[in-house]
């Protein structure tokens, strides 16, 4: 089993849609989480971090469930400009490495 | 300000041979990562460096692989006797901070494309 999880995708949603995306992860030790986004052929970008009490940011929220071992991603009114590869990202400690899973690819059409 | 900047941006290598590649981080960045990522695939963890600390080599897939930072600053990856495998994006991060918010967020480079015919 991967350390980290995705949905598999691919995600093709209408303009305006709304979309979940969740990722697993299997140590419980983990401590810190992460969504990254990475458009087609080019470096990955930190979208958010996810917080323990969940947190917004504009069209975008991010869960995190402890118990379950699983983050989310719910993005609104979906844009054309929100196309991309959606990576989420595990740390076990406040510093060291990541672990990334394979990444959700999402295209939202018009 | 200047981002994580690797070279070469593009690498065409013959198997057997081998290969350097380049990454300077952020100015006042002390950690260091090193991924690769193959076609369609996420990304793969290689070696870590924390300031003076010893490195995570931890992901290294081999002993053809090794990496150093000279200086604490930019960093080599080297791999000997490149194989056909070997061929993906070889991607370097930094990140500011040995511990607490400020180490969350890596500052991606834009990555060398390495393939060996």
């Known amino acids: 089993r991967k350390e980290v999880e995705q949905d598999p995708g691919p995600f093709n949603v209408p303009e305006g849609a709304t979309v979940a995306f969740n990722c697993t992860y299997s140590?419980?030790?983990?401590?810190?989480f992460f969504w990254y986004r990475q458009d087609c052929r080019k470096e990955p970008k930190l979208l958010m971090s996810?917080?323990?009490s969940g947190n917004e940011d504009g069209r975008f929220t991010a869960q995190l469930n402890r118990a379950s071992q699983y983050i989310s991603l719910l993005i609104r009114d979906s844009k054309l400009s929100d196309s991309a590869t959606y990576l989420c990202?595990?740390?076990?400690?406040?510093?060291?490495?990541?672990?990334f899973g394979d990444g959700t690819t999402l295209t939202v059409k018009p | 300000g200047a981002g994580v900047s690797q070279s070469p941006s593009n690498k065409v290598t013959e198997k057997g041979k081998d290969v350097e590649l380049r990454c300077d981080p952020i100015?006042?960045?002390?950690?260091l990562y090193w991924y690769r990522q193959s076609l369609g695939q996420g990304l793969e963890f290689l070696i870590y460096?924390?300031?003076?600390?010893?490195?995570?080599k931890s992901g290294l897939p081999s002993d053809r692989f090794s990496a150093e930072r000279t200086g604490g600053s930019v960093s080599t990856l080297t791999i000997q006797r490149t194989q056909q495998e070997d061929s993906a994006v070889y991607l370097c991060?930094?990140?500011?901070?040995?511990?607490?918010?400020?180490?969350?967020?890596?500052?991606f480079g834009p990555g060398t494309r390495l393939t060996v015919t």
């Open positions: 140590n419980s030790a983990s401590q810190s």
């Open positions: 991060a930094s990140s500011l901070g040995p511990e607490g918010p400020l180490s969350y967020e890596q500052y």
């Open positions: 100015s006042g960045h002390t950690a």
């Open positions: 990202v595990v740390k076990n400690t406040n510093a060291g490495k990541s672990t």
């Open positions: 996810v917080y323990s």
């Open positions: 460096f924390q300031g003076n600390s010893a490195p995570d």
